[in-house]
């Protein structure tokens, strides 16, 4: 414990090859950067493999659930019933159209929103759930759709996900965001995709990320409010050519999943992510674990940086950011689970090329971290 490592094994490795170099260079040769055909061949592709209806490519997946929330037809005043644990990006979408993400407190084993919770937040002004599929684990949509009001689903985490009853999570048929940044399981650098059922809801999602126009509408010509939202062809053709390989690296993550849960079974007080249960099945996304009750969360980050392993604090609890407790008065004890667990979380490096080497490596330093010296 003592040397300083000089190879840091990172938290993410985005795995691109000879298929992603030749699909880009094919777009730049092409002259068509933007608008141009590899959009709805990314869309389709993507919507085929999920089992979705439509999918709409858009820039980010915060611009997906900003899109998606407003095809649900959220708006000022309304409130929206979500998790505290997640990226803040699930709550923000909410407050960019003037409504208010009412939080919920989470599920202690499966960290997705509790929905007996959740039930318990809505009001008259509730119009629509958002529930939250974190670290790529299927949140409980059967009960969620029960409760009779429009959902949107945070999928930003979860492509591979499958729900307990055979459905891909993002292919239920509410709009559903996914998000392409790097350290995803499909990544092109910066993007996202909505899943929709409905072809007058795709309609509109291509619309708003397009400035408002209307497909058959002219250049420069807008009958509705829009946005930048669009994804380009380079990115398009990025995450096309990834997702003919998707399944082996899904295979992967969930390889190098399965390896740390070996090595890291029975450490005394460490939460691991939960298993699979009752037909769901996770989409590997991050490996974070909770540290034992009393272990300090800095100085082990520190500790395990010296050993050559990088990790980091995720996730924080949304409604304790400073900016959600100055706008809505949010403090600390409002939901117990939320913040007990994300104040003991952390990210360990995770990514499909992970070699059981690497993965025995951070396993032995964190061990040999919560041991202390
Ligand atoms: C749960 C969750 N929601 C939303 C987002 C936002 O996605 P993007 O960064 O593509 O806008 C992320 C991305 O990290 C996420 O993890």
Redesign the pocket.
């Given at each position: 414990m003592s040397e300083a490592a000089t190879e840091v094994i990172p938290l993410a490795q985005p795995v691109l090859g000879p298929e992603e170099e030749a699909a880009v260079i094919e777009v730049l040769r092409s002259g068509q950067l933007s608008l141009g055909p590899r959009v709805p061949a990314f869309e389709d592709a993507f919507a085929a493999w999920l089992g979705a209806e439509h999918a709409c490519a858009v820039s980010?997946?915060?611009?997906g659930?900003h899109l998606a929330l407003r095809a649900v037809g959220v708006s000022e005043g309304d409130e929206v019933v979500t998790s505290p644990f997640?990226?803040v990006?699930?709550a923000n979408a909410v407050l960019f159209e003037r409504a208010r993400p009412v939080f919920a407190d989470i599920d202690a084993r499966t960290l997705n929103l509790d929905p007996a919770a959740a039930g318990a937040a809505v009001t008259a002004r509730t119009s629509a759930l958002l529930p939250?599929h974190?670290f790529g684990y299927p949140a409980d949509l059967p009960t969620f759709e029960g409760m009779g009001l429009p959902i949107v689903e945070?999928a930003?985490?979860a492509l591979g996900a499958v729900h307990g009853d055979g459905v891909r999570v993002g292919a239920r048929g509410h709009p559903a965001?996914f998000?392409?940044?790097a350290n995803k399981q499909l990544t092109t650098g910066?993007?996202?995709m909505v899943t929709v059922a409905d072809a007058a809801v795709k309609e509109r999602i291509d619309s708003e990320r397009n400035q408002g126009r209307a497909p058959d509408m002219g250049w420069l010509d807008h009958d509705r409010l829009g946005f930048n939202y669009r994804l380009t062809d380079i990115a398009c053709a990025l995450g096309h050519a990834q997702l003919a390989r998707l399944d082996g690296m899904l295979a992967d993550r969930a390889r190098v999943a399965g390896c740390y849960r070996e090595a890291l079974a029975g450490v005394e007080g460490l939460g691991l992510p939960c298993d699979d249960a009752g037909g769901d099945r996770r989409g590997w996304f991050v490996f974070v674990v909770q540290l034992p009750h009393g272990v300090e969360r800095d100085p082990a980050i520190r500790a395990l940086r010296e050993l050559g392993v990088q990790s980091k604090p995720y996730l924080p609890a949304i409604h304790l950011m400073s900016f959600y407790r100055e706008r809505f008065g949010h403090h600390e004890g409002e939901f117990p689970v939320c913040e007990d667990v994300a104040a003991r979380s952390i990210a360990l490096p995770f990514f499909s090329e992970m070699t059981e080497g690497q993965v025995a490596e951070v396993a032995e330093g964190l061990i040999a971290v919560l041991e202390g010296p």
């Amino acid at each position: 414990m003592s040397e300083a490592a000089t190879e840091v094994i990172p938290l993410a490795q985005p795995v691109l090859g000879p298929e992603e170099e030749a699909a880009v260079i094919e777009v730049l040769r092409s002259g068509q950067l933007s608008l141009g055909p590899r959009v709805p061949a990314f869309e389709d592709a993507f919507a085929a493999w999920l089992g979705a209806e439509h999918a709409c490519a858009v820039s980010s997946g915060t611009a997906g659930l900003h899109l998606a929330l407003r095809a649900v037809g959220v708006s000022e005043g309304d409130e929206v019933v979500t998790s505290p644990f997640s990226f803040v990006a699930s709550a923000n979408a909410v407050l960019f159209e003037r409504a208010r993400p009412v939080f919920a407190d989470i599920d202690a084993r499966t960290l997705n929103l509790d929905p007996a919770a959740a039930g318990a937040a809505v009001t008259a002004r509730t119009s629509a759930l958002l529930p939250v599929h974190i670290f790529g684990y299927p949140a409980d949509l059967p009960t969620f759709e029960g409760m009779g009001l429009p959902i949107v689903e945070d999928a930003c985490e979860a492509l591979g996900a499958v729900h307990g009853d055979g459905v891909r999570v993002g292919a239920r048929g509410h709009p559903a965001a996914f998000g392409f940044y790097a350290n995803k399981q499909l990544t092109t650098g910066e993007g996202g995709m909505v899943t929709v059922a409905d072809a007058a809801v795709k309609e509109r999602i291509d619309s708003e990320r397009n400035q408002g126009r209307a497909p058959d509408m002219g250049w420069l010509d807008h009958d509705r409010l829009g946005f930048n939202y669009r994804l380009t062809d380079i990115a398009c053709a990025l995450g096309h050519a990834q997702l003919a390989r998707l399944d082996g690296m899904l295979a992967d993550r969930a390889r190098v999943a399965g390896c740390y849960r070996e090595a890291l079974a029975g450490v005394e007080g460490l939460g691991l992510p939960c298993d699979d249960a009752g037909g769901d099945r996770r989409g590997w996304f991050v490996f974070v674990v909770q540290l034992p009750h009393g272990v300090e969360r800095d100085p082990a980050i520190r500790a395990l940086r010296e050993l050559g392993v990088q990790s980091k604090p995720y996730l924080p609890a949304i409604h304790l950011m400073s900016f959600y407790r100055e706008r809505f008065g949010h403090h600390e004890g409002e939901f117990p689970v939320c913040e007990d667990v994300a104040a003991r979380s952390i990210a360990l490096p995770f990514f499909s090329e992970m070699t059981e080497g690497q993965v025995a490596e951070v396993a032995e330093g964190l061990i040999a971290v919560l041991e202390g010296p």
